[in-house]
């Protein structure tokens, strides 16, 4: 059952004793005076459907343990030993001096129920309901999107430790699969005996392990086939195995012979031990795993309007929408280049949103030559006309074919290199993109974005300072919910700083509000 903190204060409440001695607007002396408002029992009434048993640490002491261990990067061990050792986390709970800490596997505990709610970012939102009530951003009609990359907790795995690594996981849980034969180098897991030197003994342990891996798959759709009934756990593990044998191997010199290929797979799993974890490129220079955190900033505060978690190759225009779908219509919103794409533009116009956004570069065919603007595109008549004055028309598969037209053309040298002379693709949100690279040259554009823009860059260092670009956990979901209790922590921070306070309604001092 649910727990309840007392409303009465112990003798030797922290607070009372020492509170004086926390930071004015610090999160710890919100949490002291707040926590109940904050978080009040209500909030976490769904997450105990009986009214029975034990009653648990109440929903507040938790809240703020969670809030404050995002706040200062703590695990869930130091997060346990602060709370019994640092008066300022005493203070914050509303424990007395003398109150002895819950165990760490408390916190993992509640996160699960969060997870398995159907609010499971019920902390960031309690925050947000603050932020709202304030009206500290009513107003304020700029939103900056941006993403970080957030390094895994895991290791990153090569082609041959993953395949080991699955081979034994799936024997094991599934123990009919223990009784198909496979090489004993594999039985042991870790790194099998090979003369790693010499490519064709690594192409022999390639294709011995596929060759295992691909037994085992089949022996498991034998299993099903005869009605045997594979568990959830069981049937995830069969079919990472039959992933990891396939996505970086290609056929080698002879028949039933594999290598590693020479490039990456689309959508590649790096890790067995978490496999929603995936190879994140934020620049062409940084290479690195884990996944993207993304958020929705407003630039004057600094505070996070919204934010999500998604796999580290998913595609800042993918996860943008959600981040923007609750605001007004005639909301700037602006962003880097990475969402520039003509359909994010086009989702924002069908929201009545304005999009101050860094139109992606244009790449010219040959260096120094014409660009896709240097041709006149009518989209009315269905027509190109090169710079030369040629017309052709635009075909089904959206091109314009210039062919024969580039024979001979005094200019070709500087618009294409091919043979079959320049080819126009136009994009099926063309108008909106040429409109957007028109505008990127304005005054307009360059006085918003070089003044509102960089600010996200403020509110990202401030989420990923105290080693909080290293996710603790495994798993889309669980780095969701600690990623949006880290805003909601970095919010609490900032609104102390803005002078948060409570007068029959959540307040801010009245500079804030001005600035």
């Known amino acids: 059952m649910q727990g309840t903190s007392r409303p009465d204060r112990e003798l030797l409440d922290t607070a009372a004793l ?14 002291a005076e707040h926590r109940h408002r904050l978080f009040p029992d209500e909030l976490f009434a769904d997450l105990f459907a009986s009214g029975r048993g034990r009653p648990s640490v109440p929903a507040d002491v938790i809240a703020t343990v969670m809030v404050l261990q995002a706040l200062e990067g703590r695990s869930d061990r130091e997060a346990v030993v ?40 019920r902390i960031f939102e309690a925050v947000r309901a603050v932020i709202t009530e304030t009206g500290v951003i009513t ?127 689309a959508d590649r799993v790096c890790s067995t031990v978490d496999p929603q ?40 225009t993918d996860a943008a929408p959600g ?50 603007d240097d041709f006149d595109i009518d989209l009315d008549a269905n027509c190109v006309t090169c710079p030369e004055g040629v017309t052709v028309t635009i075909n089904k598969s959206r091109s314009a074919r210039f062919a024969k037209n580039c024979e001979g053309c005094p200019v070709r040298e500087q618009c294409t290199t091919a043979k079959a002379g320049r080819v126009i ?26 003044r509102y823009r960089p600010m996200v860059e403020r509110t990202i260092a401030w989420l990923v300072a105290n080693n909080n670009r290293r996710c603790r956990y495994r798993g889309i979901e669980r780095n969701r919910i600690a990623w949006s209790v880290r805003c909601a922590a970095v919010n609490l921070k900032r609104l102390g700083t803005l002078g948060l306070g409570f007068d029959g309604g959540w307040t801010v001092a009245r500079a804030a509000l001005a600035a």
């Open 18 to 31: 020492c509170g004086h001695l926390l930071s004015p607007g610090s999160v710890h002396a919100l949490l």
């Open 139 to 265: 107003g304020r009609n700029r939103r900056v999107l941006d993403s970080t990359v957030l390094d895994d907790a895991v290791a990153r795995q090569d082609t041959i430790s993953m395949l080991v690594a699955q081979i034994c996981r799936v024997r094991k849980l599934v123990p009919e699969l223990a009784k198909v034969w496979v090489r004993h180098h594999n039985l042991e897991g870790g790194r099998p005996p090979c003369d790693w030197g010499d490519p064709a003994d690594i192409d022999r342990l390639v294709s011995e392990l596929v060759d295992d891996a691909n037994e085992l798959v089949w022996a498991a759709e034998d299993l099903v086939a005869e009605g045997v009934e594979l568990s959830e756990a069981q049937g995830d593990a069969v079919a990472l195995l039959a992933l990891v044998a396939g996505q970086d191997v290609e056929p080698g010199d002879g028949p039933g012979r594999w290598r590693i290929a020479q490039r990456t797979a």
């Open 323 to 372: 981040l923007i779908d609750d605001e007004p219509a005639g909301t700037e919103i602006l962003g880097d280049a990475a969402y520039g794409s003509g359909e994010f533009r086009d989702h924002l116009d069908n929201k009545n949103l304005k999009a101050k956004i860094k139109a992606p570069p244009l790449r010219p065919a040959v260096a120094g030559g014409y660009t896709l």
């Open 425 to 450: 693709k136009v994009h099926a949100h063309h108008a909106l993109l040429a409109a957007a690279r028109a505008f990127a040259g304005t005054d307009e554009f360059d006085s918003d974005y070089r």
């Open 82 to 121: 602060a709370l019994g050792t640092d008066l300022r986390w005493k203070a914050a709970a509303g424990l007395a001096i003398t109150d002895e800490p819950f165990h760490p596997t408390v916190l993992t505990l509640w996160r699960n129920k969060l997870r398995a709610s159907e609010a499971p970012q």
């Open 277 to 316: 974890t995936r190879h994140a490129h934020k620049t062409r220079a940084s290479y690195r795993d884990g996944f993207k955190g993304h958020i929705s900033v407003e630039p004057d505060t600094g505070l996070v309007a919204e934010c999500d978690l998604g796999a580290g190759n998913v595609a800042d």
